[in-house]
């Protein structure tokens, strides 16, 4: 099992839809959890933090479950400008330095 | 305040030929990584360090030797360069306080091994 699981992808959607991103980790220890956006032959991106009470910028809303080990990223109102690879992130351990990245969701939206 | 700095931001190297990459940081962070990325792939961890002064293997370390002899520099070095090495290297650093901090990236140095 993989330590950071993603749907593989790819999601198209009209402009306008809402979509959702699923992603599971295998650490019960894993501490903090990000999503991050990566744009094609660009560098890693934060988008935002992952709390364990949900937070929301914007279009974009992330949720954590720590009993289910699941964090998810909801996108309302699609922009073109959206399209991108968006990548699970997390932390393990307390102080530690290892953080682990998901292989990404690549996610295409056409007009 | 410029963040994670990657130089050079391309560079083709003919087989066999060394060369270093240079990553700085000016968030004096504590933690520095250095990351491949091929195409269509995720990216895989080279080798990392947790201070001034020490340096760890990641997940793909062969072919490549690091050194982190200032705080804010961390150096990747290809002492005989293989066309499997052809990649974007991304350079990220993390502060450390416990370890709810993510990592800040640099823009990248895209290489070509002939």
């Known amino acids: 099992r993989k330590e950071v699981e993603q749907d593989p992808g790819p999601f198209n959607v009209p402009e306008g839809a809402t979509v959702a991103f699923n992603c599971t980790y295998s650490?019960?220890?894993?501490?903090?959890f990000f999503w991050y956006r990566q744009d094609c032959r660009k560098e890693p991106k934060l988008l935002m933090s992952?709390?364990?009470s949900g937070n929301e910028d914007g279009r974009f809303t992330a949720q954590l479950n720590r009993a289910s080990q699941y964090i998810s990223l909801l996108i309302r109102d699609s922009k073109l400008s959206d399209s991108a690879t968006y990548l699970c992130?997390?932390?393990?351990?307390?102080?530690?330095?290892?953080?682990?990245f998901g292989a990404g969701t690549r996610l295409f939206v056409k007009a | 305040n410029a963040g994670v700095t990657q130089t050079p931001k391309f560079r083709v190297l003919k087989t066999g030929q060394s060369m270093t990459l240079l990553c700085a940081q000016d968030?004096?962070?504590?933690?520095m990584y250095w990351y491949r990325q091929d195409p269509g792939m995720g990216l895989r961890l080279i080798h990392y360090?947790?201070?001034?002064?020490?340096?760890a293997k990641g997940e793909v370390p062969d072919g490549y030797n690091v050194s982190r002899l200032k705080k804010q520099n961390f150096l990747l070095g290809l002492e005989s360069a293989a066309p499997s090495q052809t990649s974007v290297y991304f350079c990220?650093?993390?502060?450390?306080?416990?370890?709810?901090?993510?990592?800040?990236f640099g823009d990248g140095t895209r290489l070509s091994i002939l």
């Open positions: 990220a650093s993390r502060i450390f306080d416990g370890s709810n901090q993510p990592q800040h």
């Open positions: 650490n019960s220890a894993s501490q903090s």
């Open positions: 992952v709390y364990s």
């Open positions: 992130v997390v932390n393990e351990g307390t102080g530690g330095f290892k953080t682990i």
């Open positions: 968030m004096n962070h504590e933690y």
């Open positions: 360090s947790v201070g001034e002064g020490t340096t």
